[in-house]
């Protein structure tokens, strides 16, 4: 429910539910005037508008200057959302997780925020765009590091009242809800919609009280690990999902599949068609494949889902049902989720039915691409690796989300406010004409707030273990904001790699030590829960045993600040954290 606020200050709500605000950094100036404790805790001005004290409100609508800037926004606003948009047809855009801001924790890394940029992207580019997810009750947890080093999962609850989301509204006003049917029961989603600048995201939820106990947590938690749940999940985005663009009348020219999560969506895309045309199941899937495109982003086939044929019996009952709809029966539909269709005991994976019914298949860099021909080449047998169908697009991302408000300003003084939307090739001669000494300032201003960012939650939390004041003194000095920083930020796992930084140990040695050029580490990363290895943060992890390398029986009483640490032979911190 939206509050109801002062005359003249109704544009706030506009404002707060349009998730532009997560790369426009204009309106930085705006929340932060609002509350400014609460902006910079929670980055969600959904919130900041529900618990802003209405004193506080009344102020703000009778200072002139607040009114200026917001009137500016909102003409910026509405400038933007008059743009003209592409004439191409509709593209359904299905992922698991979306990761459009720290205010909507629906993501869990690289694969949601490459999800969010691609609808960014599509709002700033005015592309036709709509997004199908999930809104959990519990997004990805988040992590917390005891005074062993060891990861803790937390997992907040997403309270649907304080996200940026409203409900979608179906005719006569009521709550739009969309019904799959289950073994012995219907499962009813309700629909949520995000608004994206010019994009709009759906969010299917399971948390009805309609829906009975268990199949309300089925929406409970992103890539929850129980398997039934997580078919569950996949039924809801790709039946569920296609069944709500078919709800809401939205005519979809492409069918964009990230990840195989989503793979159920070509079945539903087919009974439609069969549905809308008189087709057979096979005539329906080869002329709706020609319009669907999956994207994998899999290094190894272990990270592809794979369910028991007996659970797929459970969930599609053979002759009944779904497979009765779609005219097909259940090993038709396990042998388009395996290699060798034929194969009673292999179990299914949705990423081979995506495959199997998309026209286009991508990888997500050039590299990626070999990688994904040699994986997926068992579903091609006569083929030569080489030529297995499978393109690649190289990932970017979507940079006024992730250039710092000081380079920001920098590019927009000297290429304008539109200048992504250009072709690159008109950037290069303005860049060149910067002057030196003000992209340096940008750039050592821009590390300067990574580093304080570091301190700040590096402080709270060694507090909240119960350090000394001299110990939460002493991390307020870590790092140095004035000398070259590296930063490795990506999930903890082993394919990622984090132990390159200690294949040559004596020459991370001499450049975390150097005197004259000195370098600093800064790293950031989740293990995944089960990865029991990757959940020690330790500088000498994946060297031996349980933690690699550390010569004491049991991990540290306290941390690396200040104190001895046992894979360490003297007592000062490690380097690359030293105080100055």
Known sequence: MSRRLPSGLEALTELALDLRWTWN?????????????????????????????GQRLQELAADGEFQRLLASIIEDRRSYQGLPLSSSPLTAYFSMEFGIGEALPLYAGGLGVLA???????????????????????????????????????????????????????????????????????????????????????????????????????????????????????IALGIGGWRLLDTLGLKVGACHLNEGHAALAVLERARSAMKAL???????????????????????????????????????????????????????????????????????????????????????????????????????PRWPEVEVPVDHVTNGVHVPSWDSRWSDELWTAACGRERWRCAPEQLGPVIEGLDDGALWAARGRARAELVERARSRLARQVARRGASADGVEAVSRLLDPDILTVGFARRFADYKRPNLLLRDQERLRRLLTDERLPVQLLVAGKAHPADEGAGWCCPCVRRCGRRPGCSASEPPASDWYGSVHPCRRDSSPPPALAPR
């Open 25 to 53: 950094h204009a309106t930085d100036r705006l929340w932060s005037a609002l509350d400014p404790v609460t902006w910079e805790l929670t980055r969600n001005p959904w919130i900041i508008l529900h618990n802003v004290p």
């Open 116 to 234: 969010g940029d691609h609808l960014k992207a599509a709002s700033d580019r005015g592309v036709p765009l709509v997004g199908v997810g999930l809104l959990y009750q519990e997004g990805y947890f988040r992590q917390a590091l005891d005074a062993r080093g060891r990861q803790h999962e937390l997992y907040p609850y997403n309270d649907p009242t304080a996200l940026p989301i409203q409900p979608a509204v179906a005719d006569g006003g009521s709550w739009l809800r969309i019904a799959v049917d289950l073994p012995g029961r219907t499962l009813w989603l309700r629909a949520w919609q995000a608004v994206v600048g010019r994009v709009t995201l759906y969010l299917l939820d399971s948390n009805v009280p309609v829906n009975d106990p268990v199949d309300r947590g089925i929406t409970g938690k992103l890539y929850d690990a129980d398997a039934e749940t997580r078919l569950c999940q996949e």
């Open 278 to 380: 008189g087709l057979s199941f096979t005539a329906a899937l080869w002329a709706t494949r020609a319009g669907t495109i999956f994207t994998s982003h899999t290094p190894v086939a272990a990270g592809f889902d794979a369910f028991s044929p007996d659970l797929l019996a459970k969930y599609f009952p053979d002759g009944r049902g779904y497979l009765a709809e779609l005219g097909i029966g259940l090993q038709r539909l396990l042998g388009l989720g395996r290699i060798d269709p034929g194969d009673r005991a292999e179990p299914f994976r949705p990423a081979y039915l995506a495959i199997r019914g998309a026209g286009h298949v991508n990888a997500v860099s050039r590299l990626h691409g070999q990688t994904c021909r040699r994986l997926f080449q068992p579903l091609f």
